[in-house]
């Protein structure tokens, strides 16, 4: 399995794992994208493996990709990151 070339927010480029775990459960997600943040953003899987995982194309995950980010994104502003 490869590893992903995460394109995270800017703002958020250098936090921990640990910081991404806090934010990620706290942006109300849903399951499946709470699932496919932490293979992309924690785990650094790339979209197609991502796909093939959870049976979607690798465009859907880049979509819903979009997003995630912009949830993970606020959320992480409201709470201080």
Request: hydrophobic share 45%.
């Amino acid at each position: 399995m490869g590893k992903a070339r995460v394109r995270a927010p800017e703002s958020l480029s250098q936090l921990l794992r640990s910081d991404w775990e806090k934010i990620i459960s706290q942006a109300n997600l849903g399951l499946e994208d709470t699932e496919i943040a932490e293979m992309y953003l924690l785990d650094a899987i790339p979209q197609i493996e991502i796909g093939v995982a959870l049976n979607l194309t690798r465009s859907t995950v880049s979509r819903r990709l979009l997003n995630i980010l912009d949830k993970v994104e606020r959320t992480a502003r409201k709470i201080g990151f």
